[in-house]
């Protein structure tokens, strides 16, 4: 990570659940000395990422070693969020080696990379390389395409869904994007899965890109870093489904930021959000809960019906124990039925 010019910068892209936040932990576990900065984006309500990679307890990963962005995403606020929050890296005393970006689950990257063309940024930042994060048993599954059923009762409820398929779009926008694939959770399939999402990904591949199988996002930080890959001068290269469109919001998803109170066990908070993963439209619920006389707080993340929890770090002194829940999904997704699912775990005990 050492003989660049400018100061070069990783971006971290993926479909949601894919093991982003994982991955960038492990390189800062393994940062063997390097200064390593990370902004990360949220596309929701509640700064989630941002906070568990701030609660991580790795040596470094302090107050300031984490901007978060939490209006949108990064490609849709660049004007407004992404200049000053790299400034505030580049300001520090003695800069950063290395600039990792996070981007939510629901971005394209090529808009991020066209913006270090800008002439604030272009002398000082190089895009290294784009890194796409691929949820390996979801791709061998076909998860990344929403059920063709409940697509079809999106647009009739709401005209805005004008992609014939849109999380596929976002799906291929990531990886046409990306110098690298990283085929996460190859320790959940056999080699025929395995076989199959590797074919998948391929085949949405024009041009050659090296596929790496890991599991829980564990792969040597050499491997990823130091690509010199100057993403930003090879846009050309990366033709993308949303190629010329200038304003690409999200209007194919909503977000709903949900309070909920403590629940008795970790097994029984698992239990009804998986019943709300199961309503129609729902993509991805992810937050923290507190757990009825445990000191430490629990994080959620749920994809479908595979949902992982753990205890991250234990509740500050004076800390507001508040659950709090960011549920994601196509537009028009039933909030209210969300709600209800959750509503047996709402009423705190204290």
Known sequence: MTGFAKIPCTIVTGFLGAGKTTLVRHVLENANGAR????????????????????????????????????GCICCTVADDFLPALDTLLSWDTPPDHILIETSGLALPKPLVTAFNWPQIKSRLTVDGVIAVVDGPAVADGMFVEDPEALKAQRERDQSVDHDNPLEEVFEDQILCADMILMNKADLMDDAARQKARAEIEDHLPRAVKIVETSHGQVDPKLL??????VEDDLDQRKTHHDGV???DHDDFDTAAMTVGSTASPEALIEKVMAAAEIDGVLRIKGFVPVEGKPMRLVVQGVGRRVAHHFDRPWKPGEARDGRLVVIGLKGFDQAAVERALSAEAALSA
């Open 225 to 230: 870093l130091g690509l010199g890959a100057a």
């Open 246 to 248: 200038e304003d690409h």
């Open 36 to 71: 390593i900065a990370i902004l990360v984006n949220e596309f929701g309500d509640v700064g989630f990422d941002g906070s568990f990679l701030e609660g991580c307890g790795i040596e470094g990963c302090g107050d300031g070693q984490v901007v978060e962005l939490p209006n």
